[in-house]
């Protein structure tokens, strides 16, 4: 089964730009070779494809839900309404493109993970303290709806181990 991680936000907008910053900490961390992670930006028509062309899809974005900053939800969404309204500065909202993606032909079973955030502070690179705590359970939550039961950071230590060894047998066939 293929499955898609799509972050959504802008990084210029502060706490906006979570969906981004999680897909970044997941790269970081490492993700089975059957998902792949892409960063969607503020969103829009181009994404469409993704819909299309993976059996399982997990979407991270911010959410103005009324709940306290950082505060990670996940639900299972089934209508266009059950996504979080569109943040001023995405150009079109993630429940745009979900509503054109199912015109185009049935959706995959698709998770969406929310960060809650406060009104957007103006222009900012950096996440707010409680939108940054709240960075490792974003990367929970995917792992939980990906079915992750193995720590992908030890597997990241595996492959290096893996490596170290590999290259020591290399320089002994040097020697």
């Known amino acids: 089964m293929s499955a898609l991680v799509l972050g959504i936000g802008n990084l210029l907008m502060g706490d906006e730009g979570v969906g981004v910053h999680a897909v970044r ?10 998902v792949t992670v892409v960063d969607g ?13 993976y059996d399982q899809l997990v979407l991270i974005d911010a959410a103005a839900d009324g ?32 509503e054109a993606a199912a015109l185009l032909g ?6 969406l993970v929310t960060v809650s955030v406060a009104p ?3 222009l ?6 409680a939108v940054e ?24 230590r595996d492959l290096a181990a893996h490596l170290e060894g590999s290259l020591r047998d290399l320089d002994a066939t040097r020697h």
């Open 25 to 34: 900490r997941l790269l970081d961390q490492g993700v089975p070779d059957d």
């Open 41 to 53: 930006g503020t969103g829009g028509f181009h994404l469409l494809s993704y819909f299309q062309d």
């Open 67 to 98: 709940q306290a900053p950082g505060t990670v939800s996940t639900l299972e969404p089934v209508y266009a309404s059950d996504y979080p309204r569109s943040l001023t500065a995405h150009d079109i909202g993630l429940k745009d493109v979900v």
């Open 106 to 111: 049935p959706l995959p079973k698709t998770y």
């Open 120 to 122: 957007p502070r103006g």
């Open 124 to 129: 900012t690179l950096t996440l707010s303290p």
């Open 133 to 156: 705590a709240a960075l490792p359970g974003v990367v929970a939550a995917v792992h939980r709806c990906l079915g992750l039961t193995t720590d992908v950071s030890r597997t990241q």
